[in-house]
C-alpha cells in the first residue's frame, strides 16, 4: 500500500514537473549555442515590461518566470529540426490555443492548464531565417490568455523584450 502511494505521488511530481523540465533543457542545450540570444527575466524586470498595457500588465503581474530565446534559422534542415524539437518539446502537456503554417515557418502559442488556470504559455515562432520562443509560467487568466493571443499581444510583448534588452 505505502509503495503504490509513493510511486502515485512520484508520477504526479513528475508530470507536474515535466513541461518545466523539458523548458529548462532547452533553455540549458541551447543558451550557448552561437548567435542565440537567451534571456531569463528576473522578477524586478517584470515590472518594466508590464507597462505595455493593460492586458500584458495583468499578465506580466502573475508571472514567476519568464525566458526568451533568439536562434538562428538559416538552413531548412535547422528550422526542420527547431520546429520538431518544439514540437516535441510540448507534445501532449500543452494545448495548442494557435497555430499558423506557411511551409516551414511557425507560428504557435500552446498553454499548460490546470483545473481553470492557465499555468504554462509558450509561444513559438520560426520565420525560417531565426526562431525565437516566449516562456511564461504563472496563474493565469484563460479568457485574458484567450483575447491576447486573438488580438496578438504576445507578438507586440516579443517586440517590446527584443526593443528591451537589444536584441538584433
Not at 46 to 75: A, C, H, W
Not at 95 to 105: F, H, P, S
Not at 134 to 149: A, C, I, S, T
Request: hydrophobic share 40%.
Amino acid at each position: 500500500m505505502t509503495k503504490s502511494i509513493f510511486f502515485l505521488l512520484s508520477l504526479v511530481l513528475l508530470t507536474s514537473c515535466g513541461s518545466q523540465n523539458a523548458i529548462d533543457s532547452f533553455y540549458n542545450a541551447h543558451k550557448n549555442d552561437d548567435q542565440v540570444q537567451a534571456i531569463r527575466v528576473p522578477r524586478f524586470m517584470l515590472t518594466l515590461l508590464s507597462s505595455i498595457s493593460p492586458e500584458v500588465q495583468s499578465l506580466i503581474g502573475n508571472t514567476k518566470d519568464l525566458r526568451y530565446m533568439q536562434f538562428p534559422s538559416t538552413t531548412m534542415e535547422r528550422t526542420k529540426a527547431l520546429n520538431n524539437e518544439m514540437a516535441t518539446m510540448t507534445g501532449n502537456s500543452f494545448i495548442e490555443v494557435y497555430r499558423n503554417n506557411d511551409n516551414a515557418k511557425r507560428n504557435v502559442v500552446s498553454i499548460r492548464e490546470k483545473g481553470n488556470t492557465v499555468k504554462e504559455i509558450l509561444i513559438y515562432n520560426n520565420d525560417a531565417s531565426k526562431g525565437s520562443f516566449l516562456y511564461f509560467k504563472g496563474n493565469f487568466d484563460p479568457v485574458r490568455v484567450r483575447e491576447m493571443v486573438k488580438n496578438k499581444d504576445f507578438e507586440k510583448l516579443d517586440d517590446v523584450i527584443i526593443n528591451q534588452f537589444n536584441i538584433q
